[in-house]
């Protein structure tokens, strides 16, 4: 069968809105009740195979540490190497498989994700990392099968683009994947990025070693699931529950590592690039590194900002997942003419925030992922509530009694070098900082350069003068800039997301950019009239 074939074109997933009443809402209830009463056992996948092991890890939600939803099956150094064995085993086939036989695998898991896997999806996210309904149904389903998708769609205008030729030449550019296997490290907070990472470089020919966050185990395994359903050969995504030290040991000491697809903390990732860095004399060839890790993102409002606008962007942007995403607003920088009526609108806003169990609807927030990220974020609190250079005047409450609570809590400073306006703290706390008016121009000097990061940042104003200067300025300050709309959201084919500085390497995942970093181009040139001497005209007399 010979044939240019054309994929479907893509189209974002439409977001169901489970309204009270709803067909969509009481399935999705009844899934989530029945999943909570099922013993789960999560085994590792390798080369296709369950494997389990005798070291049982217990899952809990984050909201209801009472309850438990099963356990999954750590592994060690020896599940690794299998992994990598069956990677590399899996790679000649897969990578001689027809691209358009490698993209009805992903697009036929898309329709799993979206169809019959709906409810599996939202209801293992929301039970295993604590997403309310919207933000689970935006990630581990609309966001995932866009990824899955819309990267088809980006692989055919890669193959698409070849060299021109001269008469009697034919130019080809074949890309090819990389030569040996790519490890792909994903964090807990989104799913969508979880089925990503991996499926990613799966779809360019690549074969993978996947180690997801132990906290998203939960969701990861219905993920995995979704692609051997849509007929994923064995060997292609390798998916392993191993501690990090020890698996790196392994991945980054073996000759056939091809590169790194992560998303997680800075510190992590800059620790793996001086790993990789030392074992280059190691590699067959040189890895590609892909990373996209924190932020420290912002908002700024000028004074000729909508005030209700502004609060309702820094609620949403703040404390939407418990601010548990590396867009979310965590410093913001108000115009004095303004702040007395942002934050009339912002403080009533959060009073009537509610926060409880995923399987309350109405609940806008639930908890922090564990007790780890619990404690972190108690410091952070602790720590203004005990300065005399800032006030919290929203919030400030946790508790651990139950599940990882922490309410939604608003800083007040006067120093906007404050230690709350400069590190970033990955839970529901925004620090604010009120300017005068006049000193905008040094506010943009600041929002630039208080951080290390480089990742989302948003701009409030009318006067479009202001937002022209805001963009310009802060050019190098966020890979995803938002004018008039909060830093978070960012949808897969609309606004490709990424950032640089110490947020990463802005390889924008969800885009045509990023899957360029997962081939290897070769050139190829036929003459269909090979000369036959080797002078030239210039050397006839």
Request: proline content about 6%; charged content about 25%.
């Amino acid at each position: 069968m010979q044939a240019i074939f054309e994929p479907p074109y893509p189209v974002n997933e439409p977001v169901r809105e489970y309204r009270p009443g709803s067909n969509e809402k009481e399935a999705l209830l009844e899934a989530i009740q029945a999943m909570k009463a099922k013993d789960w056992d999560h085994p590792m996948i390798i080369d296709g195979k369950e494997v389990f092991t005798d070291t049982k890890m217990k899952m809990s939600p984050p909201h209801e540490l009472d309850h438990a939803l099963g356990v999954y099956n750590k592994g060690d150094e020896s599940h690794v190497e299998q992994a990598i064995e069956a990677a590399l085993k899996a790679k000649a086939d897969w990578a001689a498989t027809p691209w358009q036989e490698r993209a009805a695998v992903f697009l036929k898991a898309a329709e799993i994700i979206t169809g019959p896997k709906r409810d599996i999806m939202n209801a293992s996210t929301m039970l295993g990392q604590s997403k309310t309904v919207y933000q689970s149904e935006i990630d581990a389903v609309c966001e995932l099968a866009d990824f899955l998708r819309f990267n088809v769609y980006y692989m055919t205008q890669i193959y698409q683009d070849q060299p021109n030729s001269d008469p009697g030449i034919w130019n080809q550019l074949d890309y090819r994947p990389l030569e040996g296997f790519v490890f792909a490290i994903t964090p807990f907070n989104f799913t969508a990025i979880a089925g990503n990472l991996p499926s990613a470089p799966a779809l360019m020919g690549n074969t993978v070693v996947w180690k997801p966050a132990e906290s998203q185990i939960f969701a990861a395994h219905f993920v995995m699931e979704a692609f051997r359903e849509a007929g994923l050969p064995d060997g292609v995504i390798n998916l392993i529950y191993t501690d990090g030290p020890q698996t790196g040991d392994k991945v980054f000491s073996h000759p056939e590592f091809a590169g790194l697809h992560f998303t997680g903390s800075t510190q992590v990732f800059k620790s793996l690039w001086h790993i990789i860095n030392e074992n280059l004399d190691v590699y067959r060839n040189y890895p590609r590194i892909v990373g996209e890790t924190g932020g420290k993102d912002f908002v700024v409002a000028h004074g000729s900002s909508v005030p209700i606008q502004v609060a309702t962007a820094l609620t949403r942007g703040a404390f939407e997942f418990q601010g548990q995403k590396c867009s979310a607003a965590s410093r913001a920088y108000i115009a004095k003419s303004i702040w007395d009526e942002v934050k009339e609108h912002f403080l009533r806003q959060i009073q009537t925030i509610k926060q409880g169990s995923v399987e309350d609807f109405t609940n806008f927030m639930t908890a922090v992922i564990d007790e780890r990220a619990f404690d972190k974020i108690a410091k952070y609190i602790d720590y203004a509530q005990s300065s005399d250079e800032a006030e919290i005047i929203a919030g400030g409450g946790y508790s651990k009694t139950d599940g990882y609570f922490i309410e939604p809590t608003v800083i007040l400073t006067d120093d906007p070098n404050f230690k709350t306006m400069e590190e970033e703290i990955f839970g529901p706390v925004l620090t604010v900082y009120v300017y005068a008016d006049d000193e905008f121009d040094e506010v943009l000097d600041l929002v630039d350069g208080t951080s290390p990061y480089g990742l989302t940042g948003a701009i409030f104003a009318r006067d479009r003068a202001i937002v022209n200067q805001a963009k310009d300025r802060l050019k190098y300050a966020a890979g995803n800039f938002y004018i008039n709309d909060k830093p978070t959201g960012a949808v897969v084919g609309q606004q490709p997301f990424g950032g640089a500085r110490a947020s990463g390497t802005n390889d924008k995942a969800g885009s045509i950019l990023n899957l360029y970093r997962w081939i290897s181009p070769r050139i190829i040139k036929e003459n269909f009239t090979p000369p036959s001497d080797y002078g030239y005209p210039f050397m006839e007399e």
